[in-house]
Structure formats: structure tokens, C-alpha cells
Nanobody
């Protein structure tokens, strides 16, 4: 069983930055691709970013490309999401998720993930 715990959410003004962290309680963290998703009120959960097991491959949703950066530290069993130039439409609950797979595996679909965190709220005021 893998437990994922997100932190770093909060309230920020438009144009500001936040850094989300997701700590994983698993010995084999480096065998998982890690993703970030978000869900705004009344909307479906959507893909934000994913990073492969080594950190050598990343993918982003078009809506966050150039503003968000996903990274990971396998020694700390942690994945990060640096969010810059935040917009009100970035307001959502942000979830991290783990998907078994190595190589260039970088899934974007919710159903491809095996474990989910409880989420952290990000609110961006205009």
C-alpha cells in the first residue's frame, strides 16, 4: 500500500507562486511515475503534470505549460509542483497520484494511476 500526502496549498493572489509537495510512504518510490491532477468545484478531475520514474521525462497540460514545473527527489520519496504566474482559474483541489511503471512511462489518464493522495486546496484570488 502506498500513502501519498500533499502539502503546500493555500491562498495566493493572481500572479503569485506556490510550491506543492507530495510525500510517498513506499520503499520503491523510484518505480512509480508521479502525476498531479486538479479538480475545481463542479468540474471533473483533470490532468496537470506527470514525471517519469527518473525525472527525465515530463508532460504538462496546455493550460499550465510554461508556468508549472514538476520535479521529484527519489532520495526523499517526494514529488513537487512549482506553480508560478498563478491565475484565478488555477483554483482547485490538487491531488498527487502514483502509477507503477518505469522507463518513459508518463500516464495522463486518471484510470492509469494506482494510488491517490487526499488533496490540497489552492485558491487564487484576482
Amino acid at each position: 500500500q502506498v500513502q501519498l500526502v500533499e502539502s503546500g496549498g493555500g491562498l495566493v493572489q493572481a500572479g503569485g507562486s506556490l510550491r506543492l509537495s507530495c510525500a510517498a510512504s513506499v520503499r520503491t518510490f523510484s518505480t512509480y511515475a508521479m502525476g498531479w491532477f486538479r479538480q475545481a468545484p463542479g468540474k471533473e478531475r483533470e490532468f496537470v503534470a506527470v514525471i517519469n520514474w527518473s525525472g527525465g521525462r515530463t508532460l504538462y497540460a496546455d493550460s499550465v505549460k510554461g508556468r508549472f514545473t514538476i520535479s521529484r527527489d527519489n532520495a526523499k520519496n517526494t514529488v513537487y509542483l512549482q506553480m508560478n504566474s498563478l491565475k484565478p482559474e488555477d483554483t482547485a483541489v490538487y491531488y498527487c497520484a502514483a502509477a507503477r511503471g518505469t522507463g518513459y512511462y508518463t500516464p495522463k489518464a486518471l484510470g492509469q494511476y494506482d494510488y491517490w493522495g487526499q488533496g490540497t486546496q489552492v485558491s487564487v484570488s484576482s
